[in-house]
């Protein structure tokens, strides 16, 4: 489970560096697509070279810097050209893969050298090597990689399309939902949705398959009954509900969930209600759908999807909702009771020391972490409190110089060993605007 996890930290982390050419994507397809606002080929043209080209070569240079550094990622670009060129529609998934490959293969390359090569040949050796290295990439993607990532999105889209044509695309919510939860949503959805999504663009105008992973629906509907049956922490839940809703960001629900596993079922419950009602409406946007926000998938809805993708979203909202209640209701009893008193316990930082940097931390360092952060940030210059470095990362991300960590409280029983013995701070939400108090007490008290 933690390597799943970590798995999915790590493709969190690339997606999220390239959120803006995902957006840029969408927003030129919903434009100018021939079912778009205003069609026009040559600029639609534009959006499928970013999406055919520069989108994999980013995402595999993402993936290689972030194991081995620049020239890692240099390289990556060089290895995923073959799969562009070969199978376009495979070339995101084949930089998932290839870019982190490039970046261990780098990391094994340059300490070689480093080690045996004199520091006067080792500039020009590192070069050869990346030109030889992207090369030999190059081809092995060309002939071995991308034959076999056809096949494999083959076979799932003709999974897919199945399921598309008989009604079921609700029946993937078994596996997006829970997927979501372990960080694993930016791979399937980045992956393997969107590339077959992509497909389908060029063949109908639309896809459903922009939806299903990005749907606020569920995780609203979780929200909005965890807001309807906790009076204390309604102004927390609150919070979550925009920023799944309106944000975009499903990161806030995943630590509830976690902390309660029966709560997936209401989330694949909503899911499924969500994409069948996509399916019986016909409903399906014109481009990416990124971040998972409303507002986005309006954009990206076009003329005559708004209303069968609204309707979707409420569906599956409402069924996640009703499901949520159910499970709430039954753990009203002494278990349910436990857990709540658990969660309203004031956590209090006992260090006294001098406080500079604060880290907030979550799986991806991306989300919730960042929201949480920028509250915090400006409810110290609220306060007139300078001199404190406020910053969001990921768990496996964390540095060593740091007074306190902030993270949510059913998540920090998840944190590695190497954090227990940090001085933690935990708060029920962090996107909660109120729940800072005995923080910024504690650093009035060290600092002043």
């Known amino acids: 489970m933690r390597l799943l996890q970590k798995i999915g930290r790590f493709y969190t982390r690339i997606i999220m560096k390239n959120v803006g050419i995902f957006i840029f994507i969408g927003l030129l397809s919903v434009v100018s697509g021939e079912h778009g606002w205003f069609p026009d080929k040559d600029i639609y043209a534009i959006s499928q070279l970013v999406y055919i080209y520069i989108l994999p070569a980013m995402t595999a240079y993402a993936g290689g810097r972030a194991i081995g550094g620049e020239r890692a990622g240099i390289l990556a670009c060089l290895a995923v050209s073959g799969i562009m060129i070969s199978e376009y529609n495979a070339g995101l998934l084949g930089a998932m893969i290839l870019g982190p490959l490039s970046g261990i293969i780098w990391k094994w390359l340059e300490h070689l ?18 030109a030889a290295g992207g090369g030999i990439l190059a081809v092995t993607g060309y002939l071995m990689v991308s034959p076999i990532l056809g096949i494999l999105i083959s076979l799932i889209y003709r999974g897919i399309d199945c399921l598309v044509v008989h009604r079921m695309e609700g029946l993937l919510s078994i596996i997006i939902e829970p997927a979501k939860i372990f960080f694993l949503n930016n791979l399937i959805n980045h992956g393997i949705l969107v590339p077959l999504a992509m ?17 606020p629906g569920p995780g609203f509907g979780l929200l909005t009954a965890l807001y309807c049956s906790s009076r204390q922490k309604r102004s927390e839940y609150g919070a979550s509900m925009f920023a799944e809703l309106i944000g975009g960001i499903h ?42 926000s409303v507002i986005v998938m309006m954009l990206m809805a076009g003329r005559e999807s708004v209303l069968p993708v609204l309707a979707g979203v409420m569906v599956s909202a409402l069924v996640s909702f009703a499901v949520s209640m159910f499970i709430l209701h039954i753990h009203s009893s002494s278990d349910h009771a436990k857990i709540k008193e658990k969660q309203e316990e004031q956590q209090e930082v006992t260090a006294q020391k001098k406080i500079e940097r604060i880290i907030f931390v979550c799986d991806g360092g991306v989300g919730s972490s960042a ?49 227990q013995n940090r001085e933690i701070y935990t708060v029920d939400n962090l996107v909660s605007t109120t729940v800072y108090e005995g923080l910024i007490e504690q650093i009035q008290r060290g600092n002043g």
């Open 113 to 130: 050298l480093e080690e045996r090569m004199p520091g006067s040949m080792q500039m020009l050796m590192k070069n050869l090597c990346i």
């Open 199 to 215: 497909g389908q663009l060029e063949e109908t105008g639309n896809s459903i398959l922009f939806l299903l992973e990005t749907n």
């Open 251 to 292: 990161e806030v629900y995943f630590p509830v969930v976690l902390s309660d596993l029966r709560l997936l079922a209401a989330l694949i419950a909503g899911g499924a209600a969500g994409g069948c009602c996509f399916a019986l409406l016909n409903a399906g946007v014109e481009g990416i759908v990124s971040p998972g």
């Open 371 to 419: 929201m949480g952060a920028a509250i915090f940030r400006r409810n110290l210059a609220q306060r007139g409190i300078s001199g404190i470095r406020v910053e969001a990362f990921a768990e496996d991300l964390v540095p060593e110089d740091v007074d306190i960590l902030v993270c949510q409280k059913d998540y920090s029983r998840m944190l590695p060993e190497t954090l």
